[in-house]
């Protein structure tokens, strides 16, 4: 069966042509950094995914080389196999994971909070792992680079062709050309990376989770009207992509990309406090460690019901049992229903509002 990787890299094609232990059955075009292949592993009879990055000569023997083939973390993707192939390339061999990735969730439509905010702990515990026990940083932590094991309903962080040995946390390493969209601040404005960087792209990933606006394939929805108007009476393509991408950089350095307001309004000034945090500007000020990234997270699903958006209401339980269903019945009214043992009956304990509703439905 054919690969159709015309637009591999020849010497990638060779290496893989090569390959008698592996049986090569597909090849992916991602778009981004690397070429991605599926094989069979013939005398283990398992499934790999080989992914190829632009690697310098004996990169499988550097310092990160060596500290990712050792990792074994549920929520990191484990480095079967790491080695250099000539001229340029550094080869990653790991586990298949038939479950996708946090971007396909993302795009299928509504998650409920307790979901997103799992999965938020899930990454977390990996990127702690990275950070605290082996002093690497990501540098590429979007959805698309976190897998989800459905079986175990577990994210796992993948795409570590990027990761850098941090040795001194007060000093950045440099950023890489990941989707730059993703990028904090300081990367922006000044190429410079840090633990707290990772952060910053958690926080993306937790606001894109639970909701907000990110038109992650059309850069002019980013933009308000005027600077919209402004971007499209430019006349060359280039040059019209260049000024949308400075606008967009100006909004990312002063921290005003993402909009709370487009977040559902059912998730209270906590869930934004804790985003805010994440996604500070001044990546001193937000949270020094995915320790106590992941710490608020679990406040968050201590604190808060499970919230669901169903296509004619809003669904609330607990984790006591309590279940109540919120309804638009008007363009400013609304109703509330609680489940008991003979079914679903109206709550009237509210004035009628969507804040009275939800009240009753968050504290009953």
């Not at 307790?114 to 979007?142: P, S």
């Not at 993703?182 to 993306?204: K, M, R, T």
């Not at 609330?316 to 400013?332: M, P």
């Amino acid at each position: 069966m054919p690969l159709n990787d015309e637009q591999a890299p020849a010497k990638i094609k060779e290496y893989i042509q090569g390959l008698t232990d592996i049986e090569v059955y597909e090849y992916v075009t991602r778009g981004a950094v690397g070429e991605v292949y599926f094989g069979h592993r013939k005398k283990l009879k398992d499934d790999v995914v080989l992914k190829f990055y632009d690697g310098k000569e004996h990169y499988d023997s550097s310092e990160e080389a060596v500290i990712l083939k050792k990792i074994d973390h549920p929520n990191i993707l484990k480095v079967i196999d790491l080695k250099f192939v000539a001229p340029s390339y550094a080869l990653f061999t790991s586990p298949k994971i038939d479950g996708g990735d946090l971007q396909g969730v993302i795009d299928a439509g509504a998650i409920s909070t307790h979901d997103a905010l799992n999965m938020m702990a899930g990454a977390l515990m990996g990127c702690n792992e990275l950070h605290a026990k082996h002093q690497l940083v990501h540098r590429d932590l979007k959805p698309g680079n976190i897998l989800v094991d459905l079986t175990a309903k577990k994210p796992i962080i993948a795409d570590l062709g990027a990761v850098k040995k941090v040795t001194d946390p007060h000093k950045p390493v440099t950023a890489t050309k990941a989707t730059w969209i993703y990028l904090p601040p300081e990367s922006v404005a000044g190429n410079e990376y840090y633990f707290q960087s990772d952060i910053y792209q958690l926080g993306i990933v937790m606001f894109q989770l639970l909701g907000g606006f990110f038109p992650l394939h059309n850069q002019l929805e980013w933009l308000n009207i005027p600077e919209r108007r402004s971007v499209e009476k430019i006349a060359n393509s280039i040059a019209r992509e260049l000024k949308c991408t400075d606008l967009l950089s100006e909004k990312i350095k002063k921290g005003k990309l993402l909009q709370f307001d487009t977040l559902p309004g059912h998730l209270d000034a906590n869930f934004k406090r804790v985003l805010n945090k994440a996604l500070n500007p001044d990546y001193t000020k937000r949270f020094q460690s995915a320790a106590e990234f992941l710490k608020a997270i679990h406040d968050l699903q201590r604190d808060y019901p499970n919230y669901l958006q169903k296509p004619d209401y809003l669904s609330i339980l607990h984790s006591d049992g309590k279940e109540f269903r919120l309804f638009k019945t008007s363009r400013t009214n609304y109703s509330l229903e609680q489940k008991s043992t003979a079914g679903w009956r109206k709550n009237n304990k509210h004035s009628g509002t969507f804040d009275s509703a939800l009240s009753v439905a968050r504290g009953y």
